[in-house]
């Protein structure tokens, strides 16, 4: 197991009893570099959405819990918030949740010369995801093969 993967499970056995507490739900934590930082980020959410007071309370109790228990060996910047309308569907229960639904995808590769398409999620399982196509044609990706996916939006 990578140390990012570690570092992200570790923090998420923290979240879980205080998102429990709290009937918030745990999206996804992630461990990542960008520009030259260190991000640990935790996404939650909750029925109606998530507020700044909500992320600030999950911050400040998560920020104590990491100080305590100093698994993490880099300097990095805590962040809490929101997934967002785009979030990604990375668990089972965010792909279940949005059975029916128009999502977007973009593949590492080419598909039939293209590399994003938008369709209806029809069916997943633990190896592909099946869309429905706007001229109701299936397509089904392998999920090894799918660079993103996420709800669609139109505005």
Not at 22 to 30: A, Y
Not at 85 to 114: C, M, P, W, Y
Not at 126 to 143: G, H, S, W, Y
Request: one cysteine or more; a negative charge.
């Amino acid at each position: 197991m990578s140390k990012r993967e570690t570092y992200e499970q570790k923090t998420e056995a923290l979240l879980i009893p205080m998102i429990q507490r709290l009937q918030f739900e745990l999206v996804d934590v992630e461990y990542v570099k960008e520009g030259g930082n260190w991000y640990l980020r935790a996404y939650i959410d909750k029925p109606g959405g998530i507020t700044i007071d909500d992320c600030e309370l999950i911050s400040r109790e998560l920020s104590d819990m990491l100080d305590s228990e100093d698994f993490i060996e880099d300097a990095y910047i805590l962040e809490v918030s929101s997934p967002g309308l785009g979030r990604q569907l990375k668990k089972d229960k965010d792909f279940e949740r949005s059975l029916g639904k128009k999502v977007e995808i973009r593949t590492f590769r080419a598909v039939n010369r293209q590399k994003e398409f938008t369709g209806i999620l029809k069916e997943y399982d633990k190896d592909m995801v099946l869309i429905e196509t706007e001229n109701e044609e299936p397509v089904r990706f392998a999920r090894a093969d799918i660079a993103l996916i996420r709800l669609a939006f139109d505005f």
